[in-house]
């Protein structure tokens, strides 16, 4: 029913638009009644005059729109409509309506009767939405079983000119262009009007009367057993037989199911090409022209009952729903093509614009590591700068060392030298504390330049430590700027092996003045031995020679020697020394 219903709307929605004189939209009442009245007598629906007024009874001063009216014509005409109406009087009553104010007024090849089943066929083959309106597949389709039915070839390079030409701002034709195209001979160039009116039934018969097959056979009565020829209309449940094709003296139907078949027979009785229909109730003998014709009977046939079993629509009914639900299928996957454009479009415009974000700060990123680059070149030449004038200044610091243990060794042999001129003891003993204090003197200058050197060492290591925790902190900085401080790495871990070949060499001279101090250290025990064993001798001759030895840290005491001559252990050495010598005299 919904199907039905969909065809009659596009019938009525002409003639409403016909009514429709101004273009508004709108229709008046008073030919709205004589609308709806027409529709229910043709259409067989009780028709009641009061509905309408009481339907628009708010609406009485102006016209009714085209949704306005839809309600009342879906409750009161089309939800009441039964199978039972002839389609055609239906059809020829909207085209009655619309005609004459959309038809051309350019003379066309084809009748009038020709452009009515144009409309009839547009109405079957336009799209389900308003304005109405046939595409081009369509259209195609139309005209290809036109050019069929006339016997003629399919030119379709032609049609693809005319698809070029086709207006853009359109999706389609509409009937009264479709009439024109088809009425202007232009895809039936060399083809009389009688040809192109008889392709023109030829195809209407088809696909709106639902004729599958139709042609003049010979038929054998049941009673009388005679052949007569007859006019056959092969339909989807029927095959009706006519005494011509002009369809005005019909002479029965023969009645389909699912039960039926068709058998070929063999020729007999002087009759070729037999072929037999079984039915329910009755035995059919029919009689081809030729063995093509019998052939493509039983094949018309076969294929209907099997249309039957199966409970399917007509051909060409089922082919159009499978082309409007492929370009249904086109169109959506065209819609979610376009979506997914977009999509991606945006996608795209959001990716160069993070690419634009993620650009800029590598920009930034390089523009902050050249500056650290350049940051950490001028630390690199300040630190190699430092590290050569501190070499330099330890290299004049140690021969300034040099020139003063070479001054001092200078001295110390002049005053050698002029202690030689005393007495040979005086020379030995002033030689031996000499060599004491030079040993003492030698040991703090070892120590301080010792210390020196260890406290050099560590600030050599804490600058060491430090660059190396400065290259590591560098290195960590980022990843990306791994390789390229690469180098920078290996020179300062050369500059730092040189470094640490430089601590070694410091550490070796320590090593070598922790020797000399030893050997001045032994020095100074021989000295102090050498001493030790002087003062036994010059303790034996009291008086005539007193070594000079340092003076005590402890207060000075005056004697007849001097001041500091003896310590107080001594001096009471000495007092107990002549106290027992008074006391033996």
């Known amino acids: 029913m919904g199907g039905l219903k969909d065809e009659l709307l596009k019938a009525i929605w ?5 009514l429709d004189l101004d273009h508004s939209g709108k229709v008046s009442k008073s030919q709205l009644k004589v609308l709806s009245h027409n529709l229910c007598t043709v259409l067989k629906v009780p028709h009641d005059p009061v509905a309408l007024e009481e339907h628009f009874r708010d609406d009485d001063e102006g016209p009714v729109s085209n949704q306005g009216y839809m309600p009342y014509l879906n409750k009161f005409i089309l939800e009441k409509v039964q199978d039972n109406f002839d389609k055609i009087e239906f059809n020829r009553m909207c085209w009655t309506l619309c005609a004459k104010k959309n038809l051309t007024k350019n003379p066309l090849l084809i009748t009038e009767e020709d452009a009515f089943k144009v409309w009839v066929i547009f109405n079957f083959l336009s799209e389900d939405k308003y304005p109405l309106i046939i ?3 369509e259209i195609e389709y139309l005209l290809k079983k ?4 006339m016997g003629g070839g399919w030119q379709q390079e032609q049609f693809e000119d005319y698809k070029i030409n086709f207006d853009d701002s359109k999706d389609g034709l509409s009937a009264w262009e479709l009439i024109e195209l088809i009425g202007n001979g232009h895809f039936s160039k060399g083809m009389d009007r009688q040809t192109v009116s008889m392709a023109i039934s030829e195809v209407f018969s088809e696909l709106i009367l639902d004729v599958l097959k139709q042609g003049y056979m010979m038929k054998k009565g049941h009673r009388r057993k005679n052949w007569t020829e007859r006019w056959f209309v092969l339909k989807l449940n029927i095959i009706s037989y006519y005494v011509s094709e002009d369809l005005k003296d019909k002479k029965g139907d023969i009645l389909l199911d699912e039960n039926c078949c068709v058998e070929s027979l063999p020729d007999k009785d002087g009759k070729k090409c037999l072929f037999l229909i079984k039915c329910f109730d009755k035995t059919f003998e029919i009689s081809a022209s030729d063995k093509k014709k019998k052939q493509e009977w039983i094949q018309a046939i076969h294929s209907t009952i099997h249309l039957l079993k199966l409970g399917s629509p007509p051909p060409h009914k089922e082919a159009r729903q499978r082309r409007k639900e492929l370009r249904r299928k086109l169109l959506a996957e065209q819609e979610e093509l376009e979506r997914q454009m977009k999509e991606l479009q945006a996608a795209n415009e959001n990716k160069q614009q993070e690419l634009e974000t993620v650009r800029k700060k590598l920009e930034e990123a390089a523009s902050r590591a050249a500056e650290e680059e350049k940051k950490r070149v001028q630390t690199q030449v300040e630190l190699q700068a430092r590290f050569s004038t501190e070499l330099e200044r330890e290299k004049h610091i140690r021969q300034q060392m040099e020139e003063q243990v070479a001054q001092k060794s200078s001295e110390l042999e002049q005053y050698l030298q002029r202690v030689r001129e005393l007495e040979d003891m005086y020379v030995k003993l002033q030689e031996a504390l000499e060599d004491e204090r030079q040993a003492r003197q030698d040991e703090e200058t070892v120590r ?3 210390a020196r050197l260890l406290e050099e060492e560590s600030s050599k290591r804490a600058e060491l430590e430090k660059w190396h925790v400065e290259q590591q902190q560098a290195i960590l900085t980022t990843e990306a700027e ?6 920078e ?3 300062k871990e050369r500059a730092l092996q040189e470094a640490m070949a430089q601590l070694e060499q410091l550490e070796l001279e320590r090593k070598q003045a922790l020797e000399q101090y030893e050997g001045v250290k032994k020095k100074l025990e021989m000295a102090t031995s050498k001493t030790k064993s002087w003062k036994d001798k010059v303790a034996q001759h009291e008086g005539l020679i007193r070594l000079i030895e340092p003076g005590s840290k402890n207060p000075h005491l ?4 001097g001041p500091a001559a003896f310590t107080e252990a001594e001096l009471e050495e000495r007092e107990k020394s002549w106290k027992e010598k008074k006391t033996t005299e």
Do not use: G, M, Y
């Open 482 to 487: 791994k390789q390229e401080l690469e180098n």
């Open 135 to 137: 595409v081009p597949e």
């Open 558 to 561: 005056i004697t007849n020697w």
């Open 448 to 450: 301080r330049l010792q």
């Open 146 to 149: 036109l050019i069929e039915a």
């Open 14 to 18: 002409h003639a409403f638009t016909a």
């Open 489 to 491: 790495r290996v020179v």
